[in-house]
């Protein structure tokens, strides 16, 4: 198979961009990832556009984005197709790039990706995110993703004697991470004396799902990223002048679509899947893992993700975050970007988003501070709907 | 061949479905079936029966939302999600008293829910 490595990414600050036009705001980052390949000519050696973006139609009352970002970009006539897979719409658009690459279709892939969410009102993003839910079974309810993640911690809770003190401290370490990327949306720390020890807490702190609290939950964000894609054994390789930071192994999986129906709701069976269709593909396990990005759209699926892809024994997960494991400098940094949860999750660029955090790592290029010391092996998930289609990348450092 | 447009829209309902191949039980409806790959026709439901799906049932967990979606104009709603006695499960809205606490028994019915535009919709009541 061929070997896939990312040869430029773009990323724009995520926050509130929706004075902006979306496919503009796409653009950007797809310009600023060829700036960084070795210039924007390098457009004109691409063989295939995807973008990723969930919910256009609903935000900005806006279809067919790929073929507008490509003529934005002039790049016609290349092929361009639009990525619709929920919040993992990203991970997906690079695994069916990776995919573009590997059959031999081609061997240049620009993968941009944006979502405008603050066009709306935070009601209304509420509702269009919770459309990915079951019609009958779930939206109809009135049920939102907040909603089950409410009820998902609560069982964890129950189970494994997670407190809410123990989700703020994910919060915290999330928010330092964010406090020096200066991409992310939220780049204030925060203390768990502000959000969970102190007098004040519970009213800076408000419940949004039960027992899940405002610092539980990712921000509403607008942001857009890009990464190209190279055939690392294609002469046009030659034409990018960084090395790329090599796809090792690319793993997805789906599981009900509906909460309830799960045999056991607090098992991420996709989650667990896609890690290890991806590890197999690496050659690799969890031990070698240096650092990871985890879809934490509410904080207590860090925890959980981290237990499915084998870093933590089932209900242990907590137990490592108080003892600073993840933190940037324990023994398996998580979410250095700041996650979702700080770095914001502009719902179909996050995919992307956390695929450009791993090369930035990978290459050394993080801000003073944030740096993981010395990464091998990088890991990705990416979470679309509650669990039930999730993607795993794993990156390498050749 | 199925011709959708031949048929009225259906009314709004929540049941259980039932395989006649097999018998497994299902809610919300499949397609087809896991067990015995019955296929489900859903303009004439051949091939397959509904039965209510209320009565008593275990909450399995909850939560209190405050962040309520757009149309809904109320401080917070609360919803469960439960275990009907065949071993069917559900997520609904939940309305007790006091303190729910998961593994408390409930009753669950189905009310009329009209806090988003277009028609109202039935939804489960968990109480």
């Not at chain 1, 004075?19 to 796409?26: F, G, H, K, S």
């Not at chain 1, 401290?169 to 004396?193: C, M, S």
């Not at chain 1, 197999?280 to 699926?301: C, N, Q, T, Y």
């Not at chain 2, 397609?31 to 209510?52: A, L, N, S, Y």
Request: contains cysteine.
């Amino acid at each position: 198979m061929a070997r896939v490595g990312i040869v430029g990414i773009g990323h724009c600050r995520f926050g509130n961009s929706s004075d902006y036009d979306l496919v503009d705001v796409i653009a950007y980052a797809a310009a600023d990832a060829f700036t960084d390949a070795g210039g924007l000519r390098l457009r004109k050696e691409v063989d295939q556009v995807l973008v990723a973006n969930m919910a256009a139609g609903m935000f900005n009352h806006q279809s067919a984005i790929a073929s507008s970002l490509v003529s934005r970009m002039d790049m016609e006539p290349c092929p361009a197709e639009l990525v619709e897979n929920g919040p993992a719409s990203g991970a997906s658009a690079v695994k069916l790039g990776y995919m573009a690459i590997a059959s031999g279709m081609a061997d240049v892939v620009l993968v941009a990706a944006g979502e405008l969410m603050r066009t709306v009102t935070g009601w209304e993003a509420t509702d269009i995110v919770a459309t990915m839910a079951h019609p009958e079974a779930e939206y109809q309810m009135g049920l939102t993703l907040p909603g089950f993640a409410g009820m998902f911690t609560r069982l964890y809770m129950k189970k494994y004697g997670l407190t809410e003190r123990d989700l703020a401290l994910v919060a915290v370490k999330d928010h330092a991470n964010a406090a020096k990327n200066i991409y992310a949306h939220v780049q204030i720390p925060v203390t768990i004396e502000a959000i969970a020890d102190g007098e004040n807490a519970d009213v800076v702190n408000n419940y949004v799902a039960e027992p899940l609290r405002m610092y539980s939950t990712c921000p509403i964000t607008d942001g857009s990223c890009a990464v190209i894609l190279v055939n690392m054994d294609s002469p046009k390789a030659q034409l990018f002048k960084k090395r790329g930071v090599r796809i090792a192994g690319i793993g997805s999986a789906t599981d009900t679509h509906c909460v309830h129906n799960r045999k056991d709701p607090l098992v991420l069976d996709a989650v667990r899947l896609s890690a290890e269709r991806a590890y197999r593909m690496a050659g690799i396990g969890p031990k070698d893992i240096s650092f990871a990005e985890l879809h934490d759209a509410f904080v207590i699926f860090e925890l959980l993700i981290s237990e499915e892809v084998g870093f933590f024994d089932r209900g242990r997960s907590f137990l490592a975050v108080r003892n600073h494991e993840t933190d940037l400098d324990g023994r398996l940094p998580i979410n250095t970007s700041g996650g979702l949860k700080a770095k914001g999750h502009p719902v179909g660029a996050t995919g992307v988003s956390q695929i450009v955090e791993l090369v930035r790592q990978i290459r050394g290029e993080a801000e003073e501070g944030r740096q993981v010391k010395d990464p091998k092996y990088g890991l990705a998930v990416n979470f679309g709907g509650f669990g039930n289609n999730v993607v795993s990348t794993i990156l390498a450092r050749d | 061949m199925i011709d959708f447009s031949v048929y009225g829209g259906q009314t709004p309902h929540i049941s259980g479905y039932r395989c006649l191949g097999c018998g497994e039980i299902y809610y919300p409806a499949p397609m087809v079936c896991r067990r015995c790959d019955q296929k489900r026709d859903p303009v004439t439901g051949k091939g397959w029966e509904t039965f209510d799906l209320e009565g008593p049932c275990t909450l399995l967990s909850w939560t209190r939302v405050w962040n309520l979606p757009e149309g809904f104009n109320r401080k917070y709603l609360m919803f469960g999600m439960v275990e009907f006695e065949n071993g069917l499960r559900a997520a609904g809205r939940l309305e007790v008293e006091g303190e729910p606490e998961i593994g408390m028994k409930l009753n669950a019915r189905t009310i009329e829910a009209d806090e988003r535009p277009g028609k109202p919709v039935k939804v489960f009541l968990f109480s």
